[in-house]
């Protein structure tokens, strides 16, 4: 009880040794009984002893009423205390309540108030602190005012210290101020302080060309990441000769020498925030207009035939280019599309003889290149042989015949052949002199003895000293399904026949990174992915599921051919589930019948060359050796419809090799030796209108192998099935012609073997 009277007793004291209040009186005036300096700012408060009187009062400087002072109810406020408001000051009610007289001491003189930081920019979730010093601060807390770019005045805390952690940018003062009666210092100077945001500014290019020519249009754009697009202002910096613009887009309309240099960016949201700037691009513009170069793989055009030009722009460091095409004068027209044949972006194919120009354009509005030189192309008659193959399929141990033939033979002719070999960068091929045939041989006909992958071969004949040369014939290719580990092709799904529905990828695999995948038609033509598909890696996707039956097979970069499968794309509703590859003789097969929309409901039927080897419910028929007996045309049959038929082929197992020769193998071979001898004879005299089937070879000399490798309809294969006892060897993994247009033994014309890139 004592302390708490002493404690009262005290803050008594002290308020009327700084306020000066007097209880004796009717009213009592509140002031600072302290000195005040110039510039801060004093409320004087008249208090009625009556504590419920609300009534207004009236202040008095030395007996004078005060007028140039703002009042309101009870008090009066000096905002800006100078020299002259010094005095006695009373304050009097209306009911004749009268204060006491109190003294203002003004210092002639401002107080020093002053605020600094220890930092003037907040680093990204950081903080700066500032330091508010208030002259004779007795008494006294401090007060901290805020500016934010939209120009309002926001106080941010009051506090007895005289320090102030912040975290945020505007501009900021400070003041000492007292709450009974309420007074206030002047203010201190202003300090700015930044506010570094976590958004990132980048610099983009568009079109992306960091090389770009005199006259060409560019945009350098500055994104903010994270940040939206509304609310920024920009700022670049560059070591270009030219104004920098605020906008988001710099706009470069026309590029000139003086454009180029370093360029960066930063956004603001307003004067108190900043974020980092951006990395540094770099922008070159070339004085020179650049220039095409027009080259030719071959300026002679063959009959019937066409050449390539090329075309490129130097540097060849710069992209984005669109080629135009002239024939005949500069001035000319642009070649119409159905004059040419564009084979890629540079590339074309031409037929007709001429005078032929180009160059290169790109961006928007267009930048020319220079015209290139000029090239003649001459369409001569040089002779173009043609080169066929046989077998088309490799049967194990048989040899591959080549017949070159010219289109107007005549005496005098040595012939050439060659290897074809992929070369993936201009997609040709390069071709490889066959070591026996480096004199050229005098017969129109080579046997390859011991090719046992898929190959492609080429032909040329020559003539007279200097030698005179016919055009290189087209590549042809001999077919292998076996797999091997330097080249390979994989089917997903791994099956030969395919819904136009399903999505069906061929994948190259072996010893090499860059890859092609080629497709041989019924028609004969041989497409690369890009005519038919998606080309992504190693890896074609069939993106035209039009109904076809086709051979495919990989070429890669090391100029290597992978084995090579057949695939039926089926518009029917039923399919046959067979595998891709040969299967190995000894091994289990399962086949499947698969419907495109529904369930079986009913039996399934599996044919083997057209004969019923299987009629119940079950929808597999499992083989669980095979063996070359089991070698043929495989289909399968439902209510709904017949299956395309698939050809599985049976490969010998591999054995080791003996150092013996046991006798039962002789006497296989001799009895192997009869049956060849004794049944091409019976079957030839056979009376049958399919008799014969297998065609000869063209030259005697030459025939040592099978030439029945040609691509051949189901009705053939159907007609042949009995009568053929060198049906499964002499067709091994052969191609099906017409395999959505054969139903019950209709079928479309046979294809030939002749085969065009």
Same mark, same amino acid.
């Given at each position: 009880?004592?302390?708490?009277?002493?404690?009262?007793?005290?803050?008594?004291?002290?308020?009327?040794?700084?306020?000066?209040?007097?209880?004796?009186?009717?009213?009592?005036?509140?002031?600072?009984? %302290?000195?005040? %300096?110039?510039?801060?700012?004093?409320?004087?408060?008249?208090?009625?002893?009556?504590?419920?009187?609300?009534?207004?009062?009236?202040?008095?400087?030395?007996?004078?009423?005060?007028?140039?002072?703002?009042?309101?109810?009870?008090?009066?406020?000096?905002?800006?205390?100078?020299?002259?408001?010094?005095?006695?000051?009373?304050?009097?009610?209306?009911?004749?309540?009268?204060?006491?007289?109190?003294?203002?001491?003004?210092?002639?003189?401002?107080?020093?108030?002053? =605020?600094?930081?220890?930092?003037?920019?907040?680093?990204?979730?950081?903080?700066?602190?500032?330091?508010?010093?208030?002259?004779?601060?007795?008494?006294?807390?401090?007060?901290?005012?805020?500016?934010?770019?939209?120009?309002?005045?926001?106080?941010?805390?009051?506090?007895?210290?005289?320090?102030?952690?912040?975290?945020?940018?505007?501009?900021?003062?400070?003041?000492?101020?007292?709450?009974?009666?309420?007074?206030?210092?002047?203010?201190?100077?202003?300090?700015?302080?930044?506010?570094?945001?976590?958004?990132?500014? *980048?610099?983009?290019?568009?079109?992306?060309?960091?090389?770009?020519?005199?006259?060409?249009?560019?945009?350098?754009? +500055?994104?903010?990441?994270?940040?939206?697009?509304?609310?920024?202002?920009?700022?670049? !910096?560059? *070591?270009?000769?030219?104004?920098?613009?605020?906008?988001?887009?710099?706009?470069?309309?026309?590029?000139?020498?003086?454009?180029?240099?370093?360029?960066?960016?930063?956004?603001?949201?307003?004067?108190?925030?900043?974020?980092?700037?951006?990395?540094?691009?770099?922008?070159?513009?070339?004085?020179?207009?650049?220039?095409?170069?027009?080259?030719?793989?071959?300026?002679?055009?063959?009959?019937?035939?066409?050449?390539?030009?090329?075309?490129?722009? &130097?540097?060849?460091?710069?992209?984005?280019?669109?080629?135009?095409?002239?024939?005949?004068?500069?001035?000319?027209?642009?070649?119409?599309?159905?004059?040419?044949?564009?084979?890629?972006?540079?590339?074309?194919?031409? &037929?007709?003889?001429?005078?032929?120009?180009?160059?290169?354009?790109?961006?928007?509005?267009?930048?020319?290149?220079?015209?290139?030189?000029?090239?003649?192309?001459?369409?001569?008659?040089?002779?173009?042989?043609?080169?066929?193959?046989?077998? =088309?399929?490799?049967?194990?141990?048989?040899?591959?015949?080549?017949?070159?033939?010219?289109?107007?033979?005549?005496?005098?002719?040595?012939?050439?052949?060659?290897?074809?070999?992929?070369?993936?960068?201009?997609?040709?091929?390069?071709?490889?002199?066959?070591?026996?045939?480096?004199?050229?041989?005098?017969?129109?006909?080579?046997?390859?003895?011991?090719?046992?992958?898929?190959?492609?071969?080429?032909?040329?004949?020559?003539?007279?000293?200097?030698?005179?040369?016919?055009?290189?014939?087209?590549?042809?290719?001999?077919?292998?399904?076996?797999?091997?580990?330097?080249?390979?092709?994989?089917?997903?799904?791994?099956?030969?026949?395919?819904?136009?529905?399903?999505?069906?990828?061929?994948?190259?695999?072996?010893?090499?990174?860059?890859?092609?995948?080629?497709? =041989?038609?019924?028609?004969?033509?041989?497409?690369?992915?890009?005519?038919?598909?998606?080309?992504?890696?190693?890896?074609?996707?069939?993106?035209?599921?039009?109904?076809?039956?086709?051979?495919?097979? +990989?070429?890669?970069?090391?100029?290597?051919?992978?084995?090579?499968?057949?695939?039926?794309?089926?518009?029917?509703?039923?399919?046959?589930?067979?595998?891709?590859?040969?299967?190995?003789?000894?091994?289990?097969?399962?086949? &499947? +019948?698969?419907?495109?929309?529904?369930?079986?409901?009913?039996?399934?039927?599996?044919?083997?060359?057209?004969?019923?080897?299987?009629?119940?419910?079950?929808?597999?028929?499992?083989?669980?050796?095979?063996?070359?007996?089991?070698?043929?045309?495989?289909? +399968?049959?439902?209510?709904?419809?017949?299956?395309?038929?698939?050809?599985?082929?049976?490969?010998?197992?591999?054995?080791?090799? !003996?150092?013996?020769?046991?006798?039962?193998?002789?006497?296989?071979?001799? %009895?192997?030796?009869?049956?060849?001898?004794?049944?091409?004879?019976?079957?030839?005299?056979?009376?049958?209108?399919?008799?014969?089937?297998?065609?000869?070879?063209?030259?005697? &000399?030459?025939?040592?192998?099978?030439?029945?490798?040609?691509? %051949?309809?189901?009705?053939?294969?159907?007609?042949?099935?009995?009568?053929?006892?060198?049906?499964?060897?002499?067709?091994?993994?052969?191609?099906?012609?017409?395999?959505?247009?054969?139903?019950?033994?209709?079928?479309?014309?046979?294809?030939?073997?002749?085969?065009?890139?």
């Amino acid at each position: 009880m004592g302390h708490t009277l002493l404690c009262v007793l005290a803050l008594f004291l002290l308020s009327t040794l700084l306020y000066g209040q007097d209880e004796g009186g009717d009213a009592v005036l509140e002031s600072p009984a %302290f000195t005040v %300096f110039e510039g801060d700012s004093v409320t004087m408060r008249c208090k009625h002893h009556n504590r419920r009187n609300k009534m207004k009062a009236a202040f008095f400087k030395d007996i004078s009423r005060v007028e140039n002072h703002q009042s309101r109810g009870a008090e009066m406020t000096i905002h800006s205390v100078s020299k002259s408001d010094e005095g006695k000051y009373a304050c009097e009610f209306g009911d004749g309540a009268k204060s006491e007289a109190k003294e203002l001491r003004v210092e002639a003189q401002r107080r020093v108030v002053t =605020l600094r930081a220890d930092e003037t920019t907040v680093p990204v979730r950081g903080h700066v602190t500032l330091t508010c010093d208030v002259e004779d601060a007795t008494g006294l807390e401090n007060l901290w005012i805020r500016y934010t770019s939209d120009s309002s005045k926001k106080p941010v805390d009051i506090k007895n210290g005289y320090q102030y952690d912040i975290s945020h940018g505007g501009s900021y003062t400070c003041q000492g101020w007292r709450r009974e009666p309420d007074f206030f210092t002047s203010q201190s100077n202003a300090v700015i302080i930044q506010e570094t945001v976590s958004n990132k500014a *980048t610099v983009t290019l568009q079109p992306n060309w960091p090389k770009i020519f005199s006259g060409e249009k560019m945009t350098l754009r +500055c994104e903010i990441q994270g940040g939206g697009d509304t609310g920024w202002t920009y700022e670049w !910096s560059t *070591t270009s000769g030219y104004t920098r613009p605020t906008q988001k887009d710099y706009i470069i309309s026309s590029a000139t020498e003086n454009h180029s240099g370093k360029y960066r960016c930063v956004g603001r949201r307003d004067s108190y925030f900043i974020m980092q700037w951006s990395d540094v691009i770099t922008l070159e513009v070339l004085s020179y207009t650049p220039w095409a170069r027009l080259s030719a793989v071959n300026r002679d055009i063959p009959v019937g035939g066409s050449v390539t030009l090329i075309c490129s722009v &130097s540097p060849s460091s710069s992209s984005g280019w669109t080629y135009f095409w002239y024939r005949g004068e500069k001035t000319s027209e642009l070649l119409a599309s159905q004059d040419i044949v564009f084979l890629s972006d540079g590339k074309i194919s031409v &037929s007709q003889g001429g005078l032929y120009w180009c160059r290169g354009g790109r961006g928007d509005p267009v930048c020319y290149t220079e015209y290139s030189g000029s090239i003649r192309v001459n369409k001569i008659n040089i002779p173009q042989p043609v080169l066929t193959v046989s077998p =088309l399929w490799l049967s194990p141990g048989a040899s591959v015949t080549l017949n070159c033939s010219v289109k107007y033979p005549s005496a005098g002719w040595r012939f050439f052949w060659y290897k074809a070999v992929p070369r993936l960068s201009d997609s040709s091929y390069s071709y490889e002199l066959i070591p026996d045939s480096i004199n050229g041989t005098e017969q129109d006909s080579y046997i390859v003895d011991g090719q046992t992958h898929t190959a492609g071969y080429v032909c040329r004949a020559g003539r007279g000293d200097p030698v005179y040369y016919t055009h290189y014939s087209e590549p042809k290719f001999v077919l292998s399904g076996d797999v091997h580990s330097s080249a390979s092709l994989t089917v997903s799904p791994n099956r030969v026949q395919h819904f136009t529905t399903d999505s069906v990828s061929l994948n190259c695999e072996g010893n090499s990174t860059e890859w092609r995948v080629k497709k =041989l038609t019924e028609s004969g033509s041989i497409l690369f992915c890009q005519n038919w598909g998606t080309m992504t890696g190693s890896t074609c996707s069939i993106k035209r599921y039009q109904p076809s039956n086709a051979v495919y097979w +990989c070429e890669s970069g090391s100029g290597e051919f992978s084995n090579a499968v057949n695939i039926t794309i089926s518009s029917k509703d039923i399919i046959l589930v067979s595998p891709v590859h040969p299967v190995t003789e000894g091994d289990s097969v399962s086949l &499947s +019948c698969r419907i495109r929309s529904q369930t079986f409901a009913s039996k399934v039927f599996f044919y083997r060359n057209d004969k019923l080897i299987q009629n119940d419910t079950r929808r597999e028929l499992n083989i669980s050796a095979m063996s070359k007996s089991d070698e043929g045309f495989y289909k +399968c049959k439902y209510s709904t419809g017949v299956s395309a038929q698939s050809w599985m082929s049976v490969k010998g197992a591999s054995r080791p090799e !003996s150092s013996s020769f046991p006798i039962p193998m002789i006497i296989r071979l001799v %009895f192997g030796i009869v049956v060849v001898i004794l049944l091409p004879l019976l079957y030839c005299f056979t009376p049958s209108k399919d008799s014969c089937f297998i065609r000869p070879v063209q030259s005697e &000399s030459t025939n040592r192998g099978s030439a029945a490798g040609h691509l %051949f309809n189901q009705k053939e294969a159907q007609q042949n099935e009995d009568s053929s006892p060198l049906h499964g060897e002499a067709h091994l993994y052969e191609s099906i012609k017409g395999s959505d247009d054969t139903d019950n033994g209709k079928s479309t014309a046979p294809a030939t073997d002749e085969t065009s890139l």
